[in-house]
Structure formats: structure tokens, C-alpha cells
């Protein structure tokens, strides 16, 4: 199995660098999570706004670039054209299941993108004066398994709706549906202690908070202890159903696309 | 002697000392290679076509042969207006192709089978019509062709149902279609008939000869199928790596390349090659049959003094295989271009 | 008038396209509106945490939530397509048929194919700005309604010349798809007022990547709050950027070779 990832992260990665104009751009993308920032600075001018000072938003934005390059997945645009265009036939026959190359593929851009964002990153945290990071053993630790289930529920919900390709030809729409959920419910938008408390309770238990604000919140010390163990629970929990949802589609799907003979 | 040489009416295409060269980037191999050239590219220039000249006069149809890569294709581009020469000429119908003006544009057509221009949701006719209102064809005019159209190639059932649930032959005849309708004086078909069965080949085959006798219409023609050509067209250019290496009468070229005839024989009683070997040159020989070629000029002579001396079963005379001459042409420039380089 | 003609054939075959495909309309209206509902809870949470942005109330803002939805209609609608067509017919080659056509290519290759679901966003963006004005009490008055008109036309303009340069791009570079993306996530900028923004970032979003253009200034336009440079702007950003992109597709179409020679 490692071989196998090996070869296929080396072409994955290959690709990667044939357009040299694509990482920068991606890069750019993260724009988004900037403009937020600064549209919360500006708000933030006067004092303090729900508990964040600038140094907190700028803090919370700069981990937020590093979770989201991390739990960023399109492997259902990808397993969704291969569907329709008959292209995962030859992937059906060979003796390792598409999964893993979307997952190498994944893993590759990541990689790339991870090493130009990370210095930009870490720059912007220490010449801003008030940003502070909560750095402890346990929290780095937990960090670090958040970030990986982070990345499971990201990946695994996305894949479970790349899968539904097999029986509509609109499963993008659901991608896209499934973005614009994440932008504002994952805490890209706002910080999810902005919500109004009611719907921060149901926010705990959506998966959404688990693909990123989560993570941002543990290393920013503002979730600790049973409220850190909690959350770990919640997410892995939701990693485990997808896992399962991922499992049964894809037996499902497949059975009928071979029905099909396509 | 060019072919083109004997027709007295003006050239409707002129190429002369015709050159388009373009930079590609160069990929190295492998993990490195790939972050090296991500780093510094390294580019290296292509001569596509590399000083061609020829004329084509009203209504002929020429074939243009060349392996791939050669520059045929390079070649139809320029003379449609979509590339820019890097230095030399060409004029067709008297117009500069790349200044690409719509006098010009209303008066051509190019067809390339490996891409197409219909609509890929809706039926073919939805397509025509749309090019009827870009070539601004009459309403009378569009229906007759259409009615013609439809003679020539059966189009009625398939022009209505959508392009993707068509066979590719029957997108093939709509693609046709929807290049012809403004009735082009100049036809420039790159591959038409590629991917095609035999029977679908023949068809658009004659077609494209019954459009070119009904509105003498000039066609220079690409193909990897040899029949397309030998079936279609007199005259053939022949350009390898982007030189032009012949240019003139299709028969002309299989005197000079293949100045023989093949005898095949069935023999009565087993004979030895040595025997037949005063007849001409003895390709193959296993005891009853034998595969000859006899010079050309002496190939009846040949014929009868070997009937009268060895007991034959059967014989047949063929022309040598079109196929095999132009692979000898091309093994002929590699020849050459290896003699040129020492 | 052979153009008037030719728009009418696109638009009937991307009526009977979009026929063909029902299931699509549904699930995009869906999306669609999911979409204007996260538009209007983003401007919402921000509010919960403050009375301005940017000097702007929450219905003011409210309206420049219509106005971004209603132009991200548009851009889906009309662009969008469009664009990808001509970054698929680049890379496979099929943009030679456009460029024997007697036609002006820009036109045959930008205006081909329309995304009709996409009204469903630029219908709830106008209901947005209607409501919104309501809220705030503040009917228009005739020419009030007619800079924002001519205001909504320079953005719809300049958002074309924006995405025809970029499409241009891909006679060039392979994957400018992500040059898309990369706008789609600088007009997300365009959410606030300009206002929002400080410094160089105000400057870029006006004058570089105009989206001021596009959501900002026409609010102000129905808001009453228009001023003459503004409206002044509009007009020449708008003449300048579709001149621009007009020259540089010329300018492509020049040194474009097809990817096969």
C-alpha cells in the first residue's frame, strides 16, 4: 500500500507542477478568509467585538488558512467527470480502489501549497503584536488530531456526495451547496461565537464547525478540557459516519453503474 | 514535371516559400525534470512547415499526404486564416488568409473530422441554422441546399435528432453539412473520413467528388486512409517534417518510387527462386506460389516469356500497394536526410 | 441586425438545451437559493456584532447583498458559460471554427450560451434590493431609477470586459479556471461596501479589480446617494475596461496558434 501511494502522490504531484501559474493561484483563492479578516478588523477598530480583539481575528484568520489548505478536497469534481465520462471503468478494474488516488492527489496539492503558506503564516502571526497562539503540549497534540479529523470530514462528506454522480448528473450542484454551507457554518465567515448562542448549540453538533473552526478554536486556547474532549468525540464521531456513508454509497453506486454496463 | 504546371487558368491558391515555425516547451523526465522546468523552462523552435511553395488552380482536388506531424495540418491551418505565416505567402481566391476578412471567411470551409463544430445537445439542424444566419444565406437558397444536402447524403432522419445520440458517421455527414451550406468555393478537409467504416468512408468519399463536380469547387484534402486519396485525387503533395518532398501527378509518383508490377504465381510443380529469377526480382518463393516484380517497361515481355517457360497454375498482375510506396517515400527522405547530415 | 438574429438562435438553443436537462433547472433553483439564504445570514451575523459596516446600516448593506446576488446571477447566467467554452474550445481546438466564421469572434465566442436557471439568483437579488428599500422607507424616483440603470449597465459591462480578459488568458495558460476562482473570490469582496476595505485594498477594489463598480456605486445609485465622480467613473471604467478587453482578444487571436500547429 505505501509503494502504491507513493507512486501515485509522485504523478499527483507531477501534475501539480506542470502549471506553474495554478499553486499561486490557488494561494489566492484563500482570499476569502482575508477579506472576512479584514472586514473584521474594521468592525474591531473601536474595541473588542464578541470577545476577539484584532490580534484574536488576526490569530484566528491565519490558523483558519492553514486548516482550510488542509481540509480542502475537490475529489468530487473529479470522481463526478470520471462517472460521467466513463472514465472509471479502467479505475474499476485495477487492483486499488479510486479513493486513493484522489487522496494522493489531495494530499499532493497540499503538500505544495502547505510549504509557500506556511512561512506567510507564521510571518503575519509574529509582526502582529497582539496575536496571540494557546501552545501547550496538549493543545498542539489536539490540534493536530483535529486537524486530521478535520480533514476526514471534509474529504469523506465530499466524496460521499461525489459519489451520488452515479445516479445524477447534478451532484456538483450539491458540492457547491455543500461549500456555501461551509463558508458560513465552518466558521470561515465569522468566528462561530459571532452566531447568535441558539444556533451555536446546533452548530456543535452540525459537522461543519469540525471542518475548521474546531480546529482554530483549540489553538487559539478558546476550547479546552471536557469542552475539547467533547468536540474530539462529535468529530470523530461524524469521521466514523461518513466513513460508513462513503462505504455503503460507493457499494451501492458501483453495483449500479456496472447494471448500466456505461 | 508539377502537374499543376499544365493548367492554364489562374492558381486559386498560391503558396510560395511558405514558413511557420513555433517555440514548444520542452518536458524533461521525472521528478526532477519536472521541477527543473518548473523553475526554467526550456524551449526549442519547430519548423512545422518550412519553406513550401505550390498552386492549386480552380477546381482541383488535391491530396496531402505526409506522416504525422509532417505539417499538413499546419499547412491547412495557414491557408484558413488561422495561423500567420512566419515569412512567405500564400493568397487564396486572391485574398490573404490571415487578414481573415469576411469576404474571404463566406468563401471556404474547413472541416476537421477530430473536431467538430455542432451543437453537441441539440439536433444538427439547430446548428445550420445558426450558420445560416452567420453566413447570412438566403432563405431560399438554405432550404435547396438543404434539400440537396439531403439528396446527396440521406440527411432528413439524422439533421433532427440530437448530435449526441448520433453515430459518428452520421455526425460526420452533418458536420459536412453544416461546412457546406454556404456552398464554399474551397474546401479544406483535414482527416474527413477518420474513425469511419469502410462503407461510411466511401460514402462521404463521394460526396466530397459530387460536390466538387457540381460547383467545381477546390478541395485540398488530408488523410490517413490511402483510399481517400488515390479514390478522390489526381494530384498529391507530399511534406515530411514541413518540407515539401513531392508535388505532382499521383501515377507520376508510383513510376518513380515503384517503377515495377507484381506477378503473383500459383505454379504448377515446385521451383526454386534461382529459377525464376531471369524473369525479375524474386521477393518471395515457397515451392508452388511466388511473389515477382517485373520493371515496368519490360513487364509484358516478362509476362509472356515466363508463361512460355514455367507451368503456371494462376497469375495475377497488380499495381504495387499504394500504402507501400508512400511508406518507400518516406523511408526515402529519411535516407536522404541521413546522407545530408554526414 | 444579423446579430439581433444570431442572439436569438443562441438563446432558443439554450432554451431547448436547458429543456432538455429538467432535473437541472430544479436542483440549481435549490442551490440557488441556498445560496441567497447564506448571503443574507452572512450580512445578518455581522450585524448581531455591530450597527455599521463601513459606515453602512444593515439595510443599506442589505441592498448591496441584493446587488452582489443579482450580478452573481448575471455573471453565471451569461459568463460564466461562455468562458468555459472558450477555455475548453482553446485546449481541444474547436476555437478554429469560430475563427473562420464570418462573424466578429469576441461576439460568436461570448455570447453563445446563457445559463437560464441562473434568473431564479437575479430575481431574488432584485427582491433583495426591493425589500431592503422598503425596509429603509426610501422609494426611487425616475432618475434615481435611471443612473442606477446606466450604473447597473457599467457594471454589467465591466464584469464582461473582466471575464473576457480572463478568458483570453487561456489562449496562454492551461488551467485558468482557477483564474475564475480567483475572481469569484475577489468579488466576494463585493458582499460590503467598499467602504469595509482600508488603505491600498480600497484602491485595488476601485480602480485595479473594480468591484466597487459593481455592487457598492450602483447601491449608492438606488440609494439616492450617487456622486457625480462616481457616476463619471462608472463611464469611463466602463468604456476603458471593455476597450481593453476588446483590444486584447484581437491581440490573442493574433499570436494564437492551436495547440496542435
Not at chain 1, 110 to 122: E, G, K, Q, S
Not at chain 2, 286 to 304: D, I
Not at chain 3, 21 to 46: D, P, Q
Not at chain 3, 223 to 250: D, H, I, N, T, Y
Request: with cysteine.
Amino acid at each position: 500500500m505505501g509503494r502504491k501511494y507513493l507512486a501515485l502522490f509522485r504523478s499527483a504531484w507531477m501534475l501539480s507542477l506542470e502549471y506553474r501559474a495554478e499553486g499561486v493561484v490557488w494561494m489566492m483563492t484563500n482570499l476569502m478568509s482575508i477579506i472576512m479578516l479584514v472586514v473584521w478588523l474594521s468592525i474591531s477598530h473601536g474595541g473588542p467585538v464578541g470577545g476577539f480583539s484584532s490580534g484574536d481575528f488576526v490569530a484566528y484568520y491565519m490558523v483558519g488558512l492553514i486548516v482550510r489548505q488542509v481540509t480542502g478536497v475537490w475529489a468530487s469534481w473529479g470522481l463526478s467527470d470520471d462517472i460521467r465520462e466513463g472514465a472509471l471503468s479502467p479505475q474499476l478494474v485495477r487492483p486499488i480502489h479510486p479513493i486513493h488516488r484522489h487522496v494522493a492527489a489531495n494530499w499532493a496539492e497540499h503538500v505544495m501549497r502547505l510549504t509557500m503558506l506556511l512561512p506567510i503564516v507564521a510571518v503575519v502571526l509574529i509582526i502582529t503584536p497582539d496575536a496571540r497562539l494557546y501552545l501547550t503540549p496538549i493543545s498542539i497534540a489536539a490540534f493536530m488530531l483535529s486537524l486530521l479529523g478535520a480533514w476526514l470530514v471534509s474529504f469523506l462528506s465530499d466524496y460521499a456526495i461525489g459519489i451520488l454522480s452515479f445516479w445524477t448528473s447534478q451532484a456538483t450542484a450539491f458540492t457547491q451547496a455543500m461549500q456555501g454551507l461551509k463558508v458560513v457554518f465552518s466558521g470561515i465567515l465569522a468566528p462561530l461565537q459571532m452566531f447568535p448562542a441558539a444556533m451555536q448549540g446546533a452548530l456543535n453538533w452540525l459537522p461543519f464547525r469540525y471542518m475548521l473552526a474546531f480546529c482554530n478554536e483549540i489553538l487559539l486556547g478558546q476550547t479546552r478540557d471536557e469542552r475539547l474532549l467533547f468536540g474530539l468525540a462529535v468529530q470523530w464521531a461524524w469521521v466514523l459516519f461518513f466513513f460508513i456513508l462513503v462505504r455503503i454509497l460507493w457499494k451501492l453506486g458501483a453495483r449500479s453503474y456496472g447494471a448500466v454496463g456505461a | 514535371m508539377p502537374f499543376a504546371f499544365f493548367i492554364s487558368m489562374a492558381y486559386q491558391i498560391e503558396v510560395t516559400h511558405l514558413s511557420k515555425h513555433y517555440q514548444v516547451h520542452e518536458k524533461e523526465p521525472g521528478l526532477m525534470g519536472s521541477l527543473r522546468s518548473f523553475v526554467a523552462r526550456k524551449y526549442r523552435a519547430v519548423k512545422a512547415v518550412d519553406d513550401v511553395s505550390f498552386n492549386i488552380g480552380q477546381g482541383e482536388m488535391v491530396g496531402f499526404l505526409g506522416p504525422n506531424g509532417a505539417g499538413k495540418t499546419t499547412t491547412l491551418k495557414v491557408l484558413a486564416g488561422l495561423l500567420y505565416p512566419t515569412s512567405g505567402k500564400a493568397t487564396v481566391l486572391g485574398f490573404t488568409p490571415n487578414k481573415r476578412e469576411n469576404a474571404y471567411l463566406k468563401q471556404f470551409t474547413l472541416v476537421m473530422g477530430q473536431k467538430q463544430q455542432l451543437m453537441w445537445d441539440l439536433p444538427a439542424q439547430e446548428t445550420f441554422l445558426v450558420n445560416q444566419a452567420i453566413y447570412e444565406i438566403p432563405r431560399a437558397q438554405y432550404d435547396a441546399t438543404i434539400k440537396e444536402l439531403d439528396d446527396l447524403l440521406e440527411l432528413g432522419p439524422i439533421m433532427k435528432k440530437q448530435v449526441r445520440k448520433l453515430s459518428l458517421g452520421e455526425r460526420m455527414k452533418c458536420e459536412l453539412a453544416a461546412a457546406l451550406l454556404h456552398r464554399p468555393r474551397v474546401l479544406f478537409l483535414d482527416e474527413p473520413t477518420i474513425g469511419l467504416d469502410v462503407t461510411m468512408q466511401a460514402r462521404i468519399r463521394e460526396f466530397i467528388a459530387e460536390y466538387n463536380r457540381r460547383y467545381g469547387a477546390t478541395v485540398m484534402l488530408t488523410s490517413h486512409y490511402m483510399a481517400d486519396v488515390t479514390a478522390l485525387c489526381d494530384r498529391i503533395i507530399v511534406i515530411d517534417k514541413g518540407r515539401l518532398f513531392y508535388d505532382g501527378n499521383f501515377r507520376a509518383l508510383i513510376e518513380r518510387v515503384a517503377p515495377y508490377k507484381i506477378i503473383k504465381l500459383q505454379l504448377a510443380q515446385p521451383t526454386t527462386a534461382e529459377a525464376l529469377a531471369q524473369f525479375g526480382q524474386v521477393e518471395s518463393c515457397n515451392g508452388l506460389t511466388a511473389v515477382l516484380h517485373v520493371p515496368r517497361a519490360t513487364a509484358t515481355e516478362s509476362a509472356a516469356r515466363l508463361l512460355s517457360q514455367v507451368k503456371v497454375e494462376d497469375v495475377t498482375f497488380e499495381e504495387p500497394p499504394v500504402e507501400d510506396i508512400i511508406r518507400e517515400v518516406f523511408a526515402g527522405i529519411g535516407k536522404d536526410e541521413a546522407r545530408g547530415a554526414r | 441586425m444579423r446579430y439581433i438574429k444570431l442572439i436569438g438562435l443562441f438563446l432558443k438553443a439554450n432554451i431547448l438545451v436547458e429543456l432538455e436537462y429538467r432535473a437541472n433547472f430544479i436542483a440549481h433553483s435549490l442551490v440557488s437559493l441556498g445560496w441567497v439564504s447564506i448571503t443574507i445570514i452572512g450580512t445578518t451575523v455581522f450585524f448581531t456584532q455591530t450597527d455599521t459596516i463601513g459606515g453602512w446600516t444593515f439595510y443599506e448593506t442589505l441592498v448591496i447583498s441584493g446587488l452582489f446576488t443579482l450580478m452573481g446571477g448575471l455573471i453565471q447566467m451569461l459568463l460564466q458559460p461562455n468562458i468555459q467554452k472558450i477555455i475548453e474550445m482553446v485546449r481541444v481546438g474547436t476555437m478554429d471554427f469560430v475563427l473562420t466564421k464570418p462573424v466578429n469572434s469576441q461576439f460568436m465566442a461570448s455570447m453563445r450560451y446563457a445559463q437560464l436557471f441562473s434568473l431564479v439568483d437575479v430575481i431574488a437579488g432584485g427582491v433583495i434590493i426591493a425589500f431592503a428599500l422598503g425596509r429603509i422607507g426610501f422609494s426611487p424616483d425616475g432618475l434615481t431609477l435611471l443612473l442606477f440603470a446606466v450604473m447597473l449597465l457599467m457594471a454589467v459591462v465591466i464584469v464582461y470586459s473582466i471575464w473576457m480578459v480572463m478568458a483570453t488568458c487561456s489562449f496562454w495558460f492551461v488551467k485558468v479556471g482557477n483564474l475564475t476562482e480567483l475572481f469569484n473570490s475577489v468579488y466576494d469582496t463585493g458582499r460590503f461596501p467598499v467602504s469595509t476595505y482600508q488603505g491600498v485594498l480600497r484602491i485595488v477594489l476601485t480602480l485595479v479589480i473594480p468591484i466597487a463598480f459593481i455592487t457598492t456605486f450602483p447601491a449608492q445609485a438606488i440609494l439616492g446617494k450617487l456622486e457625480p465622480g462616481m457616476f463619471v467613473g462608472a463611464l469611463v471604467m466602463g468604456a476603458v475596461m471593455f476597450a481593453f478587453s476588446a483590444w486584447f482578444w484581437r491581440y490573442a487571436i493574433g499570436r494564437y496558434s492551436s495547440a496542435s500547429s
